[in-house]
């Protein structure tokens, strides 16, 4: 069996959405008249989006709290923890991606995305219910250990699991808890 070429298809057009991001200026000029077909359909799909939800782009706590509350209350997680998850994991940015493709306000990878039904990750409030969702199932897991379960979230649980922490996830586990234990604190 061969390569997935589909796979490396979206993986290109993806780097060339980035790049068109990151470089307008060069590609206003050499720009062809014609818009590709997946341009077309990244356009419909970000004014779909817009359309969804009032909230996109940079949000603020104050914009999302009564989603928050709901989420922390319904999962039993606490309200501050999504709060300093929100902050390092996208900076309040709903329409965060990250170079390695996590979405959205919490930063979820596609296939945990889907895993968890989240069909429009730009959707702080699916965004929100599924990732608060998956940080209660991973301190489910690990009986109550927030920072394993933190580390889970950021570097899978089989990373965990195996006892291999990658050191961007060790710092990510102690922003987080800083932010957390702030917030705590306030409240």
């Excluded at 596609?110 to 959707?123: E, H, I, Q």
């Amino acid at each position: 069996m061969g390569p997935n070429l589909a796979n490396v298809t979206r993986v290109l057009s993806r780097i060339e959405e980035i790049n068109r991001q990151l470089m307008p200026e060069m590609y206003q000029q050499t720009a062809p008249l014609k818009s590709k077909f997946v341009d077309v359909l990244n356009e419909v799909s970000k004014a779909g989006r817009k359309a969804k939800s009032n909230i996109s782009g940079k949000t603020s706590y104050t914009e999302l709290q009564d989603v928050i509350n709901d989420c922390a209350e319904k999962y039993n997680v606490d309200n501050e923890l999504i709060r300093a998850m929100i902050q390092v994991e996208s900076g309040w940015n709903t329409d965060a991606v990250s170079n390695k493709g996590a979405q959205g306000l919490m930063q979820l990878m596609p296939r945990t995305a889907a895993m968890l039904g989240v069909d429009d990750p730009f959707d702080p409030v699916q965004n929100i219910d599924g990732g608060v969702r998956y940080i209660s199932d991973l301190t489910d897991k690990y009986r109550g250990d927030v920072e394993k379960a933190l580390a889970a979230y950021n570097a899978g649980p089989a990373r965990v699991d195996s006892g291999n922490i990658p050191d961007v996830s060790k710092r990510y586990v102690k922003n987080i808890m800083s932010i957390y234990r702030k917030l705590r604190e306030m409240s």
